[in-house]
């Protein structure tokens, strides 16, 4: 299970972003983020904000594993990525889903 700020620091790195990008785009100093990344400080909520904007990540990615809904979050992960796909990809993944489905009932 990841921490609030290992989050931040794996959404930054997957950005490839260092984390003096990440503080100058949200205002904050480098050191701050680097307490962040290592759980040494908790951001207010406007700071969770502008770092959740700043990595382009959705609060839920960010709370993911701190929040007891992790199934619903990341069935709207799963949504949002079968919704990129070709219409005839979709269909065959919600075929497969319906007759998992049918099966667990």
Same mark, same amino acid.
């Given at each position: 299970?990841?921490?609030?700020?290992?989050?931040?620091?794996?959404?930054?790195?997957?950005?490839?972003?260092?984390?003096?990008?990440?503080?100058?785009?949200?205002?904050?100093?480098?050191?701050? *983020? $680097? /307490? @962040?990344?290592?759980?040494? !400080?908790?951001?207010? %909520? #406007?700071?969770?904000?502008?770092?959740?904007?700043?990595?382009?990540?959705?609060?839920?990615?960010?709370?993911?594993?701190?929040?007891?809904?992790?199934?619903?979050?990341?069935?709207?992960?799963?949504?949002?990525? *079968? $919704? /990129? @796909?070709?219409?005839?990809? !979709?269909?065959?993944? %919600? #075929?497969?889903?319906?007759?998992?489905?049918?099966?667990?009932?």
């Amino acid at each position: 299970m990841c921490t609030l700020g290992h989050r931040i620091q794996i959404n930054r790195e997957r950005r490839g972003m260092k984390q003096e990008e990440l503080a100058e785009q949200t205002d904050l100093s480098t050191n701050y *983020i $680097s /307490a @962040l990344e290592r759980d040494a !400080k908790k951001p207010s %909520l #406007d700071t969770f904000i502008r770092i959740a904007n700043a990595l382009g990540v959705s609060s839920d990615e960010l709370l993911k594993d701190s929040l007891d809904v992790q199934f619903d979050i990341r069935s709207t992960e799963l949504g949002q990525r *079968i $919704s /990129a @796909l070709k219409p005839r990809e !979709k269909e065959r993944i %919600l #075929d497969v889903v319906a007759v998992m489905v049918k099966h667990a009932q």
